[in-house]
T-cell receptor, first 111, second 113 residues
Framework: GQNIDQPTEMTATEGAIVQINCTYQTSGFNGLFWYQQHAGEAPTFLSYNVLDGLEEKGRFSSFLSRSKGYSYLLLKELQMKDSASYLCAVRSPSGNTPLVFGKGTRLSVIA | EAQVTQNPRYLITVTGKKLTVTCSQNMNHEYMSWYRQDPGLGLRQIYYSMNVEVTDKGDVPEGYKVSRKEKRNFPLILESPSPNQTSLYFC????????????FGPGTRLTVT
């Protein structure tokens, strides 16, 4: 089966650092994506991890541990525009659904 | 500009009236996909296509049809819409299935009364 868990909501302060966790149990693993989605808009790609470790891209970093079925997205120097939903998605190498999304974490950045 | 377009963006219709939501991409992508997004349920894949004339079911295909006659277009067809198909629909494309990010269209908000 496929199961991806993320916290439903988080709140953080402008300028701070926030970590959004994602755990997954899927039938096979072929990479993990993070997407950002502002309310009413389309998801946009943030990062991709297929090997263990940290991928850094500006203020955003994503970490993966395949043995633990765990990933996190780290956002530094938070800005008000970072208020959005963050979606974790796992690619399975087989099965009917190649890409499975978690329900998303709604992040609110407050002043 | 590289993009995925969807039409219409908003649609209110009645139960049983057939409708088609169009999706087109100008990036020569092989892989295209349709999702629906509902509060509390996240994005769920309806159908996907790995190339022309190759389509397959996702997680929630019931009540939907698709076709892929040309590489750029991937329409979603609701033959007899029902109220439980009221949702926000996204089309997406990518060069392939592997490590490629998906590019999403702007979404179609459908209401079936």
């Amino acid at each position: 089966g496929q199961n991806i868990d993320q916290p439903t909501e988080m709140t953080a302060t402008e300028g701070a650092i926030v970590q959004i966790n994602c755990t997954y149990q899927t039938s096979g693993f072929n990479g993990l994506f993070w997407y950002q989605q502002h309310a009413g808009e389309a998801p946009t790609f943030l990062s991709y991890n297929v090997l263990d470790g940290l991928e850094e891209k500006g203020r955003f970093s994503s970490f993966l541990s395949r043995s633990k079925g765990y990933s996190y997205l780290l956002l530094k120097e938070l800005q008000m525009k970072d208020s959005a939903s963050y979606l974790c998605a796992v690619r399975s190498p087989s099965g009917n659904t190649p890409l499975v999304f978690g329900k998303g974490t709604r992040l609110s950045v407050i002043a | 500009e590289a993009q995925v377009t969807q039409n219409p963006r908003y649609l209110i219709t009645v139960t049983g009236k057939k409708l088609t939501v169009t999706c087109s991409q100008n990036m020569n992508h092989e892989y295209m996909s349709w999702y629906r997004q509902d509060p509390g349920l996240g994005l769920r894949q309806i159908y996907y296509s790995m190339n022309v004339e190759v389509t397959d079911k996702g997680d929630v295909p019931e009540g939907y049809k698709v076709s892929r006659k040309e590489k750029r277009n991937f329409p979603l067809i609701l033959e007899s819409p029902s109220p439980n198909q009221t949702s926000l629909y996204f089309c997406a494309s990518s060069p392939g299935q592997g490590s490629y990010e998906q590019y999403f269209g702007p979404g179609t908000r459908l209401t079936v009364t």
